[in-house]
């Protein structure tokens, strides 16, 4: 069993060799290149993995926020009587007989 012998070009950017990470082969350097999910491999173009997207930073949570908020206090009428509707006013009393104002 011989090996492969690699002929250097004067086109290649280097004479340098190197192995495949993946498949153990030897190729010039400028045919390995990173693989896209483990940079620190070299690999050949048959041993390159597609991109995993589940190694992304996952994305930013959805600002779920009203524009306005409802008080946690609790609503107080600025006169502190009975409020009754009449049609389409409202009446406010404080014994249910004298109104102190209508609301139209």
Do not use: W
């Not at 280097?14 to 498949?23: D, E, N, S, V």
């Not at 959805?62 to 946690?72: A, G, K, T, W």
């Not at 006013?89 to 209508?102: A, C, M, N, T, Y």
């Amino acid at each position: 069993m011989s090996g492969k012998f690699i002929v250097p070009n004067a086109s290649d950017p280097t004479y340098g060799l190197g192995i495949c990470a993946r498949c153990s082969r030897k190729f010039k350097l400028a045919e390995l290149h990173p693989d896209p999910n483990y940079p620190a491999l070299m690999v050949c173009d048959e041993d390159t993995d597609d991109y995993d997207p589940y190694r992304l930073a996952p994305r930013k949570e959805d600002q779920v926020v009203l524009p306005f908020v409802r008080p946690d206090l609790p609503l107080t009428t600025q006169p502190s009587g009975l409020i009754t509707q009449d049609g389409t006013q409202f009446i406010v009393s404080e014994d249910g007989q004298r109104f102190l104002f209508v609301v139209d």
